[in-house]
């Protein structure tokens, strides 16, 4: 009988242990980053531990994919000639000789070979983890960086997200939490937002497309008919069409605050056009 305690006891013992060394491998990593940033000196021979006692370490790997990301990656001040990039305004504005404004945006640029092998290791853990939403989202976040006015490659990823809550049977995760339908609308809705306010034809398609797809996902949902709305008014320029979205919104909610704004101004829009 003592024995059998004994080897439970030890058993125990080295199973704290084990899982005391990951801990002490994430602590170690967490510290080099914050102090050198994820590609920084010795972040990779904590990695390189990290994994081979661990190897099938969800973080590592995910931490593998920021040094990836990271390694090479370059942010430059560019120039440009609209007073808006990718939604966010000029990092700095100077005057020129004749006191036009001149902008400067933060641009991130990054190095083919290792932004490939950032999606070997996020792809890996897709298919690893098809339930965790994080992995995607890390995905999508890295190719919407890397492509900037031209998100082919992250609107797909996107629109393959997108269907993944009823599909998943509400088994989906984010932050280690079970996501419910409103979480999984608003951050597919973030997404529409920030095709909305890249403001280029492309974009303005995608933010249309995703929006229709979702209203037939959650047919409950007004949001995705108020940016069907939008779209009609400010990218089509059909006031009338717009309306007709924001009523079928304001079925579902009547104090839907962003549907009555919007339909009061398409009936202006309507009105000045009669009274010209």
């Not at 909305?196 to 047919?219: D, G, H, Q, T, W």
């Not at 320029?237 to 007709?244: D, G, H, L, V």
Request: aromatic share 14%; net charge negative; hydrophobic share 35%.
């Amino acid at each position: 009988m003592n024995r059998i305690v004994s080897l439970l006891m030890l058993l125990v013992c080295v199973q704290g242990f084990a899982q005391a060394s990951r801990e002490e491998f994430k602590e170690k990593y967490d510290r080099q980053v914050r102090n050198l940033g994820y590609a920084g000196v010795g972040v990779e021979t904590i990695l390189d531990k990290w994994e081979e006692a661990f190897p099938e370490d969800m973080e590592a790997k995910m931490a593998r994919f920021y040094l990836y990301l990271n390694r090479n990656k370059v942010v430059e001040m560019v120039r440009k000639d609209q007073d808006k990039f990718l939604g966010a305004s000029p990092s700095v504005t100077f005057k020129d000789e004749n006191g036009n404004p001149v902008y400067y945006y933060e641009e991130t640029f990054y190095e083919d070979h290792s932004f490939e092998e950032s999606q070997k290791y996020i792809d890996s853990l897709i298919k690893s983890y098809p339930e965790v939403l994080d992995f995607r989202i890390a995905k999508i976040n890295s190719l919407f960086e890397l492509e900037k006015e031209s998100p082919e490659l992250a609107f797909a990823s996107l629109l393959q997200m997108s269907g993944l809550y009823k599909s998943s049977g509400s088994g989906l995760t984010v932050g280690g939490e079970k996501v419910d339908a409103d979480t999984f609308i608003e951050i597919i809705q973030e997404y529409c937002v920030m095709l909305y306010s890249i403001k280029n034809n492309y974009c303005f398609e995608c933010f249309y497309n995703l929006s229709v797809k979702m209203a037939k996902e959650f047919p409950s949902y007004p949001g995705f008919l108020d940016n069907q709305g939008s779209y009609w008014l400010v990218v089509k320029n059909q006031p009338k069409k717009a309306i007709q979205f924001y009523d079928k919104a304001l079925k579902l909610d009547p104090k839907d605050v962003v549907a009555l704004r919007n339909k009061q101004v398409a009936q202006r829009y309507i009105a000045n056009s009669k009274k010209k």
